[in-house]
Nanobody
Framework: QVQLVESGGAMVPAGGSLSLSCAASGLTFITYNMIWFRQVPGKEREFVAHINWSGGSTYYADSVKGRFTISRDNAKNTVYLQMNRLNPEDTAVYYC??????????????????WGQGTQVTVSS
């Protein structure tokens, strides 16, 4: 049974930092590209950051580029999202997701096979 478990969500003041983790089990982690999305109530799930299976390629939404860093540790089956210079617009539930590495790169949430339950990030002004 595949499980993705996010952790690290919290309430932080604007300008602060937060690090999210997503621990995967039940899959061969190195064969999956990983991605972070976020969602606020009433809006569609929004792409945040993507990392390929090896960690050698990353891609970011323009809204987080230069502030967020995605990384992974394949020995620990974990993907991370380091978030710096947070602002209230970053407030959302953050989800990690997995997609097999042999598919084309995509940032469409409908193309992702497995999802975590989400972790809440709240940035106060």
């Amino acid at each position: 049974q595949v499980q993705l478990v996010e952790s690290g969500g919290a309430m932080v003041p604007a300008g602060g930092s937060l690090s999210l983790s997503c621990a995967a089990s039940g899959l061969t982690f190195i064969t999956y590209n990983m991605i972070w999305f976020r969602q606020v109530p009433g809006k569609e799930r929004e792409f945040v950051a993507h990392i390929n299976w090896s960690g050698g390629s990353t891609y970011y939404a323009d809204s987080v580029k230069g502030r967020f860093t995605i990384s992974r540790d394949n020995a620990k089956n974990t993907v991370y999202l380091q978030m710096n210079r947070l602002n209230p617009e970053d407030t959302a539930v953050y989800y990690c997701a997995a997609r097999g590495r042999f598919g084309y790169n995509t940032y469409d949430p409908r193309q992702y096979d497995y999802w975590g339950q989400g972790t809440q990030v709240t940035v106060s002004s």
